[in-house]
């Protein structure tokens, strides 16, 4: 199957292009092309359709590789071009190359150009795709970039050798209070929001080693001396084979006060529930004096076993039956 060539021809003679293509086509090309002679259909063959290879007469009536070079680097810089000229001095053809053409071929020597054009369309290929992958780097970087700057965590990246902090986001500066510069360029340990700078600089040396660190709950101090308790996650990885650390530090002092007070209020539940007395099961007691057998097996009064076994308390009185019998003389 022919492989699909598209050639831009500048040149003014039609006897000239026909071994050319013919060059082209022997191996294997199938070969589109346009012929132009002037700047103008040049430009307008530039502007109008992607083109795979542009070649070009070095000296023509009304045009010059000179003039179509500079023009090719102007509208389409990505495309190859190649002088494909008759007798041409070696100084004018080394200065053309200097000025971003490809190569140069003397017509008398055409089975060089085949090879030169599938050189220069690998290399053309291989541009394409470093841009592909910069473009696509780019974009990963803008994206990275805005999550970075809009995360509702407090992040920072720090250089994995020296503890150095190499960025931070604008929410860990507004929670702490303090400007970029006051982190840019010191290490983790050096901010003035760590407490403890020897406790900072093993926990890094942990990270070195196994990679991670986590820390449910530490204390990090504002820049008007208020702490704030956060929760503290690094990782180490590789950016173009250099290590970085990231610091996700996410505040916690609102959720660790729901917790203190819902401990509080368990303990407080707790310490009611104990002093909670309640009686319940059979009580033995005497059918005619009413006294209970406690767990000694000792008998006593029914309202000393409540008031011990319960939050009870008596108070002591005489119903209107016991008094009418025990006072019945005195009220008559």
């Known amino acids: 199957m022919d492989k699909p060539l598209c050639v831009l021809v500048v040149e003014d003679s039609e006897d000239d292009v026909a071994p050319m293509l013919h060059t082209l ?79 140069y071929i003397q017509k008398r020597e055409l089975p060089r150009l085949v090879p030169a054009i599938e050189r220069e369309l690998r290399e053309a290929e291989v541009r394409r795709e470093r841009q592909r992958m910069q473009d696509a780097l780019e974009i990963s970087e803008t ?7 809009t995360a509702q965590d407090g992040i920072l990246i720090l250089d994995a050798d020296t503890g150095q902090i190499l960025d931070v986001n604008p929410f860990l500066m507004e929670m702490l209070g303090y400007s970029k510069e006051a982190f840019l360029g010191k290490k983790l340990w050096e901010i003035g929001a760590i407490q403890d700078k020897e406790a900072s600089k093993t926990a890094f040396g942990e990270l070195q080693s196994k990679g991670y660190i986590r820390y449910e709950d530490m204390p990090l101090e504002t820049s008007v ?108």
């Open 143 to 149: 994206r990275y970039r805005r999550l970075f700057e």
């Open 25 to 103: 086509r022997r191996e294997g090309y199938e070969v589109r092309y346009t012929v132009v002679d002037t700047p103008v259909a040049m430009r307008t063959a530039l502007e109008s359709q992607d083109w795979d290879v542009i070649t070009a007469d070095h000296a023509m009536p009304h045009f010059s590789a000179p003039e179509a070079l500079a023009l090719s680097r102007k509208l389409r810089p990505d495309v190859p071009f190649i002088i494909v000229s008759g007798e041409i001095d070696l100084n004018l053809a080394v200065s053309l190359m200097r000025d971003g053409a490809q190569d």
């Open 225 to 332: 001396g208020q702490l704030v308790s956060v929760e503290f996650v690094s990782n180490i990885y590789a950016i173009d084979h250099t290590k970085v650390a990231q610091c996700n530090i996410r505040n916690i002092t609102d959720r660790k006060q729901v917790e203190e007070e819902r401990e509080k209020l368990i303990l407080e539940l707790r310490e009611a529930l104990s002093r909670v007395k309640a009686l319940s099961g059979l009580l033995p007691t005497c059918a005619y004096c009413k006294k209970i057998r406690n767990d000694k097996g000792e008998w006593e009064q029914i309202e000393v076993y409540i008031k011990e076994h319960s939050e009870a308390h008596f108070t002591h009185g005489i119903c209107p039956e016991c008094k009418a019998k025990l006072y019945s003389e005195e009220s008559k």
